[in-house]
């Protein structure tokens, strides 16, 4: 049925050749957008002067020996959300026998178009376009999904996310709203002073988080370079360098499995600020994100999976082992054993590998059981400095990090702390994560000898902040499933 549609189009298309008309022509005329047309309408319909307009065609109705058509150019989205539209009205003695009877022969929805003529009010009071010429932009040979039942499978939305974004209006308004969340981040950190930097994506070892990498080949050089899993360790270098405040928002990679909540390709917003620590950190996240609420939604709470979650009180602060001590009712968290850890893992269908350290059993279990429960903004403080090598301890208890995340809705949004900046105890920790790389742990880190050089030239005391942008636009979206917020998930090949 599709390859008849197809063949049927490529016909019109030849037909429009031979009228003479090309079907793809180099350049456009347009006097206005269709969003300028719309909020000037009542000026511009009253000098009844000749527009050119341009759109895709989205609607033909016949009616009485005229046409009705409805175009969109996308003008209006970043304003409203929504498209710019207007209707065409075509009549046959205005267009002439020959523009109006190729125009039923060979248009078809789908397809741009250029419309020359003057804007009117129907009777109905409906917006149009009075067409006295029109020629071809782009003849489409697929046709588009119907509007509700077209693109019902979410695998094939995802796979053809031009088609998603163009019939659903809801896709394409989250969109707009995610470009909106990452220029007020950006416009907030501005205005904070901090400066914009872009590090390598390849990097010749993976450091920065715990993840396994990409590995590819750099053929001229003949060495193996890895797909950044994070900036962290290029940004602590310009720290070094003397900038006082950077930040970087671009896209990580990371060789893991792909759920509702991860996807191999992310956008991760990192940033760092010289004399400051976690705890600094956590009021300026509060001010963030009070800010971005309202900036954004005119409002000081979202709507999330059915429940209100308020930004306008105070976040509330709770210790790694508490929160296992309430919501996994781990009684005694602190000095449980990894074997009893393990134990409470598998209760809760946990797998366990044995290169897992029960810090990293204990964090696991929070992630599952845990952070689901964590509605109202909470910062989750203390966490095992076992699980944090590059995050600054405690010098009364050396056991635990500076450090805290950021939950909302069940999601985590945000991970920080005070960085290490003493470069013996960086190097005994890097040691460490090589001995549990050999011990199985695939997503341990290497020891990055240049960075802790680095390191020695005097690293200041400094916070650091990691946001997930795609988790956060899931959030401020009411979506469930971070494939909805990325405009290409990776999918696999059909």
């Given at each position: 049925?599709l390859?008849?549609?197809?063949?049927?189009?490529?016909?019109?298309?030849?037909k429009?050749?031979?009228?003479?008309?090309?079907?793809?022509?180099?350049?456009?005329?347009?006097?206005?957008?269709?969003?300028?047309?719309?909020?000037?309408?009542?000026?511009?319909?009253?000098?009844?002067?000749?527009?050119?307009?341009?759109?895709?065609l989205?609607?033909?109705?016949?009616?009485?020996?005229s046409?009705?058509?409805?175009?969109?150019?996308?003008?209006?989205?970043?304003?409203?959300?929504?498209?710019?539209?207007?209707?065409?009205y075509?009549k046959?003695?205005?267009?002439?026998?020959?523009?109006?009877?190729?125009?039923?022969?060979?248009?078809?929805?789908?397809?741009?178009?250029?419309?020359?003529?003057?804007?009117?009010?129907?009777?109905?009071?409906e917006?149009?376009?009075?067409?006295?010429?029109w020629r071809?932009l782009?003849?489409?040979?697929r046709?588009?999904p119907?509007?509700?039942?077209?693109?019902?499978?979410?695998?094939?939305r995802?796979?053809?996310?031009?088609?998603?974004?163009?019939?659903?209006?809801e896709?394409r308004?989250?969109f707009?709203?995610?470009?909106?969340?990452?220029?007020?981040?950006?416009?907030?950190?501005?205005k904070?002073?901090?400066?914009?930097?872009?590090?390598?994506?390849?990097?010749?070892?993976?450091?920065?988080?715990?993840?396994q990498?990409?590995?590819t080949?750099?053929?001229?050089?003949?060495?193996?370079?890895?797909?950044?899993?994070?900036?962290?360790?290029?940004?602590?270098?310009l720290l070094?360098?003397?900038?006082?405040?950077?930040?970087?928002?671009?896209?990580?990679?990371?060789?893991?499995?792909?759920?509702?909540?991860?996807?191999?390709e992310?956008?991760?917003?990192?940033?760092?600020?010289?004399?400051?620590?976690?705890e600094?950190?956590?009021?300026?996240?509060?001010?963030?994100?009070?800010?971005?609420?309202?900036?954004?939604?005119k409002?000081?709470?979202?709507?999330?999976?059915?429940?209100?979650i308020?930004?306008?009180?105070?976040?509330?602060i709770?210790?790694?082992?508490?929160?296992?001590?309430r919501?996994?009712?781990?009684?005694?968290a602190?000095?449980?054993?990894?074997?009893?850890?393990?134990?409470?893992?598998k209760?809760?269908?946990?797998?366990?590998?044995e290169?897992?350290?029960?810090?990293?059993?204990?964090?696991?279990?929070?992630?599952?059981?845990?952070?689901?429960?964590?509605?109202?903004?909470?910062?989750?403080?203390?966490?095992?400095?076992?699980l944090?090598?590059?995050a600054?301890?405690?010098?009364?208890?050396?056991?635990?990090?500076?450090?805290?995340?950021?939950?909302?809705?069940?999601?985590?949004?945000v991970?920080?702390?005070?960085?290490?900046?003493?470069?013996?105890?960086?190097?005994e920790?890097?040691?460490?994560?090589?001995?549990?790389?050999?011990?199985?742990?695939?997503?341990?880190?290497?020891?990055?000898?240049?960075?802790?050089?680095?390191?020695?030239?005097?690293?200041?005391?400094?916070?650091?902040?990691?946001?997930?942008?795609?988790?956060?636009?899931?959030?401020?979206?009411?979506?469930?499933?971070?494939?909805?917020?990325?405009?290409?998930?990776t999918?696999?090949?059909?």
């Amino acid at each position: 049925m599709l390859e008849e549609i197809r063949e049927a189009r490529i016909g019109k298309l030849k037909k429009l050749k031979e009228a003479g008309m090309e079907p793809y022509p180099i350049s456009n005329k347009r006097d206005f957008s269709l969003a300028e047309v719309l909020a000037d309408f009542p000026k511009l319909s009253k000098r009844k002067i000749s527009l050119n307009l341009v759109g895709r065609l989205m609607a033909i109705r016949e009616h009485g020996g005229s046409l009705f058509c409805d175009f969109q150019d996308g003008s209006t989205s970043l304003t409203t959300g929504g498209t710019g539209k207007l209707q065409a009205y075509l009549k046959k003695n205005l267009l002439g026998d020959r523009l109006f009877s190729l125009f039923k022969e060979a248009v078809d929805v789908g397809d741009f178009l250029e419309f020359q003529g003057k804007l009117f009010l129907t009777k109905k009071k409906e917006k149009t376009l009075e067409v006295k010429k029109w020629r071809m932009l782009a003849k489409s040979l697929r046709p588009l999904p119907e509007k509700w039942h077209g693109l019902q499978d979410i695998e094939e939305r995802f796979r053809k996310r031009y088609l998603d974004i163009l019939m659903n209006k809801e896709v394409r308004e989250k969109f707009f709203l995610r470009s909106k969340i990452i220029a007020e981040i950006r416009k907030f950190l501005e205005k904070e002073m901090f400066i914009e930097v872009e590090t390598p994506m390849l990097q010749p070892l993976a450091g920065g988080a715990a993840a396994q990498p990409f590995i590819t080949h750099h053929n001229a050089l003949d060495i193996d370079l890895y797909l950044r899993i994070a900036p962290e360790l290029y940004l602590k270098r310009l720290l070094i360098a003397g900038f006082p405040k950077v930040y970087e928002l671009g896209r990580n990679f990371r060789n893991e499995g792909i759920d509702v909540f991860h996807n191999p390709e992310f956008t991760m917003l990192e940033f760092y600020e010289a004399y400051s620590n976690a705890e600094k950190q956590r009021d300026f996240i509060e001010k963030m994100f009070k800010i971005l609420i309202k900036n954004l939604f005119k409002k000081s709470f979202i709507e999330y999976d059915g429940q209100k979650i308020d930004f306008s009180k105070k976040f509330k602060i709770i210790s790694f082992f508490e929160v296992l001590r309430r919501l996994a009712l781990l009684v005694n968290a602190e000095t449980t054993s990894r074997e009893d850890f393990k134990l409470k893992a598998k209760q809760f269908g946990i797998e366990v590998q044995e290169s897992d350290g029960k810090e990293k059993i204990a964090d696991n279990i929070f992630k599952k059981i845990c952070r689901p429960k964590l509605i109202q903004p909470t910062f989750i403080i203390d966490y095992p400095a076992e699980l944090l090598p590059l995050a600054k301890s405690f010098e009364k208890n050396k056991e635990t990090a500076d450090a805290f995340q950021l939950v909302a809705g069940g999601l985590e949004l945000v991970k920080a702390f005070s960085e290490l900046n003493n470069p013996l105890v960086q190097k005994e920790r890097f040691l460490r994560q090589e001995e549990a790389r050999t011990r199985g742990d695939l997503e341990a880190g290497e020891s990055d000898e240049d960075f802790l050089e680095a390191m020695e030239y005097g690293l200041p005391p400094a916070g650091g902040v990691g946001i997930g942008i795609d988790r956060l636009v899931m959030l401020f979206t009411n979506t469930k499933n971070i494939k909805e917020v990325i405009l290409f998930p990776t999918m696999r090949p059909k």
